[in-house]
């Protein structure tokens, strides 16, 4: 993709597009392993994800030549970066077709295990030479790709004459997956030669909309209009791949939203609904009710939600709305301490941060290789690298238990909390993760969602941190009148972990720097800490919170 006519916003999207095609492709290899019919529902999930990436892409290029003239050089370029996010999607998507046609309901032996996996191997190869020759010699790697891509044609045939020569060994069924399977594998090849011609083009110069309208006209038809008298207008775009719109009557320009659409994969949705149930038992106004939910078509359904009026802390804080945002946590501190008092039970609860950081620190690894490395040097001293670091911590942890649980939200980010000024009242949203468990989870996230917001600097920043400080002298108070005495060594462990998987999110190096190395920071106090001390452990929250 050129540096001149690409954004930062299209090349960072690019970037997590390709990192998300590769794990695709080890989904697929991983399957010629095992054969194992627990991958599908898993490959599956990751389809969202694919998708919202390319409507970000596409979205900022239309931004890019809305005003400009079609037919020149810039025009092109972009057009060329919008077709080679399609073609990445392709693959993707012809990586699932591969592992859906081949699974069966028991697993069996591909006849050409080696060789397809030998092929999904090359082409893993592939896609990472595209992250290597995106910014500087896009023809070249499209010109490697195309000579490749007929190489990998070649062992295809080759895998699909020992699938044929393997037919008497076979049960129909099997057979006629091994070759359906292969026919995907075909696809996939085709699909790679496809990213290789949108490089050349991008070299030489050469909104999105609801899929499911069958969820959407079930779920407006209970706002008794038909679907052609409303407009449909894309809210957000979300790492889940959930579609969420607004709903509106035509008549009334969109100003008047009448309810928001939401739809996702079948579990997801259904999730959503009892986290939503859950805590309108504990306060009917906290969530936004139900107003239809659509009936689930294959993976997909739907629901139709009421419309909150308010802004996002996230908005409060890029806004620096200084009088909002103290008004906001305000009754924010005071909804927590009702509903946590009010579904506070004795059963002790176990976050273990650091498997939830073992889980998800993959990805970031990903997208920032260089902040993991095994081990560190520093002025000849060693360092513990990053995992062992995990590991020592994790260790310790297994006994700082909260003594209680409480009905927690389980993604509680700044855009998931709404505030409605009007009449000072707090809403949360997107409560699929909703859990009873340990609080610190909710607070550690929240104070890193504040962090990793993309200001590095100025008033608006430092509102951010003083944000973040009130959102940890809130909890530590909760903690001393519940007698938590483990609250300080599990927020930074929790704090730990966010800062860590989030820059999985970020791809700007200073603030994702900044982010891994408060992480690793708060790990090695921990790994450091004596077990007689513990009790005597703080925050260091001058250190964290201070730009």
């Known amino acids: 993709m050129p540096t001149s006519p690409s954004s930062s916003a299209v090349q960072e999207n690019i970037y997590f597009l390709l990192n998300e095609v590769e794990k695709h492709c080890h989904f697929v290899e991983l399957f010629f392993k095992t054969h194992s019919v627990e991958l599908l529902p898993r490959i599956r999930a990751r389809r969202g994800y694919v998708q919202t990436l390319r409507e970000k892409i596409e979205r900022e290029c239309a931004r890019m030549i809305e005003r400009r003239k079609p037919g020149t050089a810039f025009y092109n370029q972009v057009i060329a970066t919008r077709a080679l996010a399609s073609a990445l999607q392709g693959i993707s998507a012809h990586c699932i077709e591969c592992v859906q046609e081949g699974t069966l309901a028991e697993s069996y032996e591909h006849p050409s295990n080696d060789m397809c996996r030998k092929l999904i191997r090359r082409i893993d190869r592939s896609i990472n030479l595209v992250k290597l020759g995106m910014d500087t010699s896009q023809r070249r790697t499209g010109i490697k790709l195309a000579r490749r891509t007929r190489r990998l044609l070649d062992l295809y045939d080759d895998i699909q004459a020992k699938t044929l020569d393997a037919k008497h060994t076979l049960t129909d069924d099997q057979l006629r997956a091994a070759i359906l399977c292969n026919y995907g594998l075909k696809r996939l090849i085709k699909q790679l030669a496809l990213v290789g011609e949108a490089l050349i083009k991008a070299d030489l110069g050469q909104v999105a909309t609801l899929q499911n309208f069958d969820h959407l006209r079930d779920t407006a038809s209970s706002l008794n209009y038909d679907l052609n008298d409303l407009k449909v207008r894309r809210l957000a775009l979300t790492r889940s791949g959930s579609a969420i719109a607004a709903i509106s009557h035509k008549n009334e320009n969109g100003k008047d939203i009448l309810a928001v659409y939401k739809e996702g994969d079948h579990t997801k949705i259904e999730e959503e609904v009892q986290g939503v149930?859950?805590?309108?038992?504990?306060?009917?106004?906290?969530?936004?009710?139900?107003?239809?939910?659509?009936?689930?078509?294959?993976?997909?359904?739907?629901?139709?939600?009421?419309?909150?009026?308010?802004?996002?802390?996230?908005?409060?804080?890029?806004?620096?709305?200084?009088?909002?945002?103290?008004?906001?946590?305000?009754?924010?501190?005071?909804?927590?301490?009702?509903?946590?008092?009010?579904?506070?039970?004795?059963?002790?609860?176990?976050?273990?941060?650091?498997?939830?950081?073992?889980?998800?620190?993959?990805?970031?690894?990903?997208?920032?290789?260089?902040?993991?490395?095994?081990?560190?040097?520093?002025?000849?001293?060693?360092?513990?690298?990053?995992?062992?670091?995990?590991?020592?911590?994790?260790?310790?942890?297994?006994?700082?238990?909260?003594?209680?649980?409480?009905?927690?939200?389980?993604?509680?980010?700044?855009?998931?909390?709404?505030?409605?000024?009007?009449?000072?009242?707090?809403?949360?949203?997107?409560?699929?993760?909703?859990?009873?468990?340990?609080?610190?989870?909710?607070?550690?996230?929240?104070?890193?969602?504040?962090?990793?917001?993309?200001?590095?600097?100025?008033?608006?920043?430092?509102?951010?941190?003083?944000?973040?400080?009130?959102?940890?002298?809130?909890?530590?108070?909760?903690?001393?009148?519940?007698?938590?005495?483990?609250?300080?060594?599990?927020?930074?462990?929790?704090?730990?972990?966010s800062f860590a998987t989030s820059t999985r999110f970020i791809f700007d190096k200073k603030l994702s720097s900044r982010m891994h190395l408060r992480s690793r920071y708060l790990l090695e106090k921990l790994a450091e800490l004596p077990q007689e001390k513990e009790s005597k452990f703080k925050i260091p929250l001058k250190e964290l919170y201070i730009e």
């Open 277 to 497: 149930k859950h805590w309108r038992k504990v306060d009917p106004k906290l969530a936004p009710d139900v107003l239809a939910q659509a009936k689930a078509d294959g993976e997909n359904s739907a629901l139709l939600i009421e419309h909150i009026p308010g802004s996002t802390f996230e908005a409060l804080l890029l806004e620096e709305r200084k009088k909002g945002i103290q008004q906001a946590l305000k009754a924010l501190f005071k909804t927590l301490n009702r509903t946590w008092q009010a579904t506070y039970t004795k059963e002790q609860s176990y976050a273990k941060f650091m498997q939830q950081l073992q889980k998800r620190i993959e990805d970031s690894k990903k997208v920032h290789p260089d902040f993991f490395s095994s081990e560190q040097v520093v002025c000849g001293l060693r360092r513990l690298g990053f995992d062992d670091l995990t590991q020592c911590v994790a260790k310790k942890e297994s006994s700082w238990r909260a003594p209680f649980s409480v009905l927690i939200h389980g993604d509680f980010n700044v855009d998931n909390l709404i505030y409605d000024d009007a009449e000072d009242r707090i809403y949360f949203i997107d409560l699929h993760r909703s859990d009873y468990f340990d609080y610190v989870q909710d607070i550690s996230v929240l104070m890193v969602s504040i962090y990793r917001l993309q200001v590095l600097s100025g008033s608006t920043r430092n509102l951010m941190m003083e944000s973040a400080k009130e959102v940890y002298k809130f909890g530590r108070r909760f903690a001393k009148r519940h007698n938590d005495t483990t609250f300080e060594l599990r927020l930074a462990a929790g704090l730990a972990r």
